[in-house]
């Protein structure tokens, strides 16, 4: 599975993007797919996780604020991202978690999309 992120870039405090990441290749099985973000220092952040069943997480920080979504027909997963702050400033990156058909769990990683909010 390879994953092509994109949608990132430079917004005033309260203004909205929206995340795309991409998917070509396959997988035996799809576990859940993610949004993280990175800050330069700081550990990677899980912001919005969907299982494959459809349902959906989110840290506290961005509930009522982001919503992740997936289009299957196309294969691209979004991160909508409304009333953005500046703490939202970060690299974002797209995640799945899969796993092959002899039971190996297997992560794939998108190559980041940065986010600046500006206040």
């Known amino acids: 599975v390879q994953l092509q992120a994109s949608g990132g870039g430079f917004v005033q405090a309260g203004g909205s993007l929206r995340l795309s990441c991409t998917a070509s290749?396959?997988?035996?099985?799809?576990?859940?797919m993610d949004w993280y973000r990175q800050v330069p220092g700081m550990q990677r952040e899980l912001v919005a996780e969907?299982?494959?069943?459809?349902?959906?997480r989110y840290v506290d920080s961005v509930k009522g604020r982001f919503t992740i979504s997936r289009d299957e027909e196309k294969n691209i997963l979004y991160l909508q991202m409304d009333s953005l702050k500046p703490e939202d400033s970060a690299i974002y990156y797209c995640?799945?978690?899969?796993?092959?058909?002899?039971?190996?769990?297997?992560?794939?990683w998108g190559q980041g999309t940065l986010v600046t909010v500006s206040s």
């Open positions: 995640h799945y978690d899969t796993q092959s058909a002899s039971g190996w769990a297997t992560d794939y």
């Open positions: 290749g396959s997988a035996f099985a799809i576990n859940s």
């Open positions: 969907m299982t494959i069943g459809g349902s959906s």
